[in-house]
Nanobody, 127 residues
Framework: QVRMEESGGGSVETGGSLRLSCVASGNTYGVNCITWFRRTPGRQREGVAL????????RYGSSMKGRVSISRGDDKYTVYLQMMNLKPEDTGMYYC????????????????????WGQGTQVTVSS
């Protein structure tokens, strides 16, 4: 079992920035990609970003594209989500998950493709 832990959320004003952290631990052997999803009020969980751990290649969902950047940390299983120009509609819980089978397509945008999630980290953007 892979355990996911998210951190870095907080409260910011419109236009502000936050950097979220995700750490995968436990049975991480074979983990090849890590993703960030979010759940905002009135919406289902949606994919924000994905990173392939082998080469750092990334993918972005449409909801925050152009305002987020996903990257790997020095530790292979630590991933960051840099969020910029935040808007009130970005308010919600942000979660990360990991997978070993990571094809290069839009498969990752479906929450059902992912296994264990962490507890999430709350992001609140005030107007």
């Amino acid at each position: 079992q892979v355990r996911m832990e998210e951190s870095g959320g907080g409260s910011v004003e419109t236009g502000g920035s936050l950097r979220l952290s995700c750490v995968a631990s436990g049975n991480t052997y074979g983990v090849n990609c890590i993703t960030w999803f979010r759940r905002t009020p009135g919406r289902q969980r949606e994919g924000v970003a994905l990173i392939y751990l082998i080469d750092g290649d990334s993918r972005y969902g449409s909801s925050m594209k152009g305002r987020v950047s996903i990257s790997r940390g020095d530790d292979k299983y630590t991933v960051y989500l840099q969020m910029m120009n935040l808007k009130p509609e970005d308010t919600g819980m942000y979660y990360c998950s990991a997978a070993s089978f990571c094809p290069h397509s839009n498969w990752w945008l479906s929450p059902s493709q992912w296994g264990d999630w962490g507890q999430g980290t709350q992001v609140t953007v005030s107007s």
